[in-house]
């Protein structure tokens, strides 16, 4: 649907279906993700981080330690932490069956990413999830956000050109080395990648194995550059993908 469509129809939507708070369901008085009372919860991501991964904290040179050993992405970003309500946000939309956040929080990574997507060119593909775990979970995620993002942000969005091809276990609860074992071929990437910008969007970034390998992917199969967005940064390992461990609200 053309972004003037989509709009005014997302206005009729408003009316018929008032907007209301992506994490407490609160009927909102005007478009937006959060009530009042969640918003104060939503922490934007600290100025001071890792210029490739967005790791919060000063390193030498401006790049951690983790980055310096080499990465296959030229830079991932996220305009949030991953804690209080949009962590409890991002768990509705994943577990708790409820797809229609896909709009809001969409809407509120193409705002709030605006200037960092305006660095980050080429076509948005999402970080696909197994047929296996689609099924069960009957949408993904990194797909209706991106869906939302490049309607939005008026950018191409590309679903065929990197694939899934093996069911991963979860990543929580792994380390890090355990990770990087536990994702290694998962994806395929079509030869269409090549001599193309890609820019990778999912909800939260963790360790960032998942989405390093899905960038090594692209980029052998001949990718320019890949850039990773994302909603959140979730940087404590122990957390795993999140919000399951912290889906209580934080106390305020
Ligand atoms: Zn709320
Ligand atoms: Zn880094």
Same mark, same amino acid.
């Given at each position: ?8 129809? @997302? ?5 018929? !279906?008032?907007?209301?708070? +992506? /994490? ?6 005007? #478009? =937006? %993700? ?65 797809? @229609? ?5 969409? !809407?509120?990574?193409?705002? +709030? /990413? ?6 980050? #060119? =080429? %076509? ?129």
């Amino acid at each position: 649907m053309p972004t003037r469509w989509r709009e005014a129809f @997302d206005a009729v939507v408003d009316v018929v !279906l008032p907007p209301s708070c +992506a /994490a407490c369901d609160v009927v909102l008085p005007g #478009p =937006g %993700a959060f009530c009042e009372d969640c918003a104060q919860e939503v922490l934007e991501l600290p100025t001071v981080h890792c210029a490739r991964c967005a790791e919060p904290g000063a390193f030498e040179g401006g790049v951690c330690g983790r980055c310096r050993l080499g990465v296959s992405w030229a830079r991932a970003f996220a305009p949030f932490e991953h804690e209080g309500a949009l962590a409890k946000a991002i768990h509705r939309f994943k577990y708790e069956d409820r797809s @229609d956040l896909s709009r809001s929080l969409g !809407l509120l990574l193409a705002s +709030a /990413a605006k200037g960092e997507l305006a660095q980050m #060119p =080429g %076509a948005l593909v999402p970080l696909p999830l197994h047929e296996a775990r689609f099924r069960e979970r009957k949408f993904d995620q990194a797909a209706l956000l991106a869906r939302t993002v490049a309607t939005y942000a008026g950018r191409p969005l590309e679903l065929g050109w990197l694939t899934r091809v093996r069911h991963t276990p979860r990543q929580v609860g792994l380390s890090e080395a355990q990770r990087e074992v536990n994702v290694a071929g998962a994806f395929v990437a079509s030869a269409a990648v090549q001599g193309q910008d890609v820019v990778l969007i999912d909800d939260v970034l963790t360790s960032g194995a998942t989405a390093r390998e899905a960038a090594r992917v692209l980029r052998e199969a001949g990718a320019a550059r890949v850039f990773v967005l994302t909603l959140a940064r979730a940087h404590n390992e122990l957390h795993g993908d999140g919000a399951e461990q912290r889906a209580r609200p934080r106390d305020r």
